[in-house]
């Protein structure tokens, strides 16, 4: 209830930020009660689903990980269920509390960490807010498993998860290499960055900077540009939610300001037939 309330506060804002003529919050006070319970069954409806604050980035990686993509994985621990969807989204909700549980984004799908020139980690970013500005934010680790199944989820540091998913698709030996996955023109450029690192034309860190720049070339990584505009996609969108639900609601109360004219009609009519 209060998660509605402020969500359809949020909305007004919206709305108001972008409008100047503005929802008259006295009418929405006075709305008789049939009114009311309606306008909860719209915004209970928005908060069902959770809203994601960055919309995942494509899919990038092992083309052989692509059969994962539009599938989901439960797990549940004492406290929680999760629901990884990989290239998409973690969600976490409480199973603990029968009364309003907690129902929050671990992350969103943003792009690999890679490790000794190997996809070792998904990087889940831009998750439910955490206090002092913070997201959560989930590292999940893949490995070699019987079946594809989310195995654990840990909060080692507040708002920072671990996670470990286990799937028959990276046993192979080369399963997660990046090397040869890379176009050819991005394979030069490491084999040129390696040549420029043994004769000390590059440093170790000159050479790491030059190994980051062809991953963002090859979208493994997500720029700080593309992930900005994900977000505000994100947004844009969510408002666009909110406009359509308000929208709604306006109508509504339309309907029930003329419900009220006709029968305040009624009422002026019955009494003018008492009096004479
Ligand atoms: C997470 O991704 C799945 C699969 O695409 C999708 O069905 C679900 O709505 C997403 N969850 C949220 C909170 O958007
Ligand atoms: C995702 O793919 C689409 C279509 O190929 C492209 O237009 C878009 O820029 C890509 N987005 C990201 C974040 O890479």
Same mark, same amino acid.
């Given at each position: 209830m209060y998660t509605s309330v402020i969500l359809f506060?949020?909305?007004?804002?919206?709305?108001?930020?972008?409008?100047?003529?503005m929802v008259n919050l006295?009418?929405?006070?006075?709305?008789?009660s049939n009114g009311y319970s309606n306008l909860q069954k719209l915004d209970s409806k928005a908060e069902e689903k959770l809203q994601l604050r960055m919309k995942p980035a494509n899919f990038t990686g092992p083309g052989h990980l692509k059969d994962l993509v539009g599938r989901c994985f439960k797990h549940r621990d004492l406290k929680y269920e999760y629901v990884f969807c990989?290239?998409?989204?973690?969600?976490?909700?409480?199973?603990?509390?029968?009364?309003?549980?907690?129902?929050?984004?671990? %992350?969103?799908?943003?792009?690999w960490i890679i490790e000794d020139g190997k996809f070792k980690m998904m990087n889940m970013i831009e998750g439910s807010p955490c206090g002092n500005g913070m997201h959560r934010s989930t590292k999940i680790? #893949?490995?070699c498993g019987p079946s594809s199944e989310l195995v654990s989820?840990?909060?080692?540091?507040?708002?920072?998860?671990?996670?470990?998913?286990?799937?028959?698709?990276?046993? %192979?030996?080369?399963?997660?290499?990046?090397?040869?996955r890379l176009p050819a023109e991005l394979r030069q450029r490491w084999d040129?960055?390696?040549?420029?690192?043994?004769?000390?034309?590059l440093t170790k860190k000159g050479y790491h900077k030059e190994l980051?720049?062809?991953?963002?070339?090859?979208?493994?990584? #997500?720029?700080?540009?593309?992930?900005?505009? #994900?977000?505000?996609?994100a947004a844009t969108e969510s408002s666009k939610t909110c406009k359509v639900e308000l929208e709604e609601a306006r109508l509504r109360i339309t309907e029930l300001?003329?419900?009220?004219?006709?029968?305040?009609?009624?009422? #002026?009519?019955? %009494?003018?037939?008492?009096?004479?």
């Amino acid at each position: 209830m209060y998660t509605s309330v402020i969500l359809f506060i949020m909305c007004l804002i919206v709305l108001s930020s972008s409008r100047a003529e503005m929802v008259n919050l006295k009418v929405i006070n006075e709305l008789p009660s049939n009114g009311y319970s309606n306008l909860q069954k719209l915004d209970s409806k928005a908060e069902e689903k959770l809203q994601l604050r960055m919309k995942p980035a494509n899919f990038t990686g092992p083309g052989h990980l692509k059969d994962l993509v539009g599938r989901c994985f439960k797990h549940r621990d004492l406290k929680y269920e999760y629901v990884f969807c990989p290239f998409q989204n973690l969600t976490q909700e409480d199973i603990q509390t029968y009364y309003e549980p907690y129902k929050g984004v671990l %992350g969103v799908w943003a792009d690999w960490i890679i490790e000794d020139g190997k996809f070792k980690m998904m990087n889940m970013i831009e998750g439910s807010p955490c206090g002092n500005g913070m997201h959560r934010s989930t590292k999940i680790t #893949l490995q070699c498993g019987p079946s594809s199944e989310l195995v654990s989820v840990s909060e080692p540091d507040k708002c920072r998860y671990l996670a470990k998913f286990e799937t028959p698709d990276v046993c %192979g030996e080369n399963a997660l290499v990046v090397y040869p996955r890379l176009p050819a023109e991005l394979r030069q450029r490491w084999d040129d960055a390696e040549q420029d690192l043994h004769t000390g034309l590059l440093t170790k860190k000159g050479y790491h900077k030059e190994l980051e720049r062809i991953f963002l070339a090859a979208s493994y990584y #997500l720029s700080p540009d593309m992930k900005s505009s #994900l977000v505000h996609k994100a947004a844009t969108e969510s408002s666009k939610t909110c406009k359509v639900e308000l929208e709604e609601a306006r109508l509504r109360i339309t309907e029930l300001e003329e419900e009220l004219r006709l029968k305040e009609e009624i009422i #002026l009519e019955l %009494g003018d037939g008492k009096r004479e």
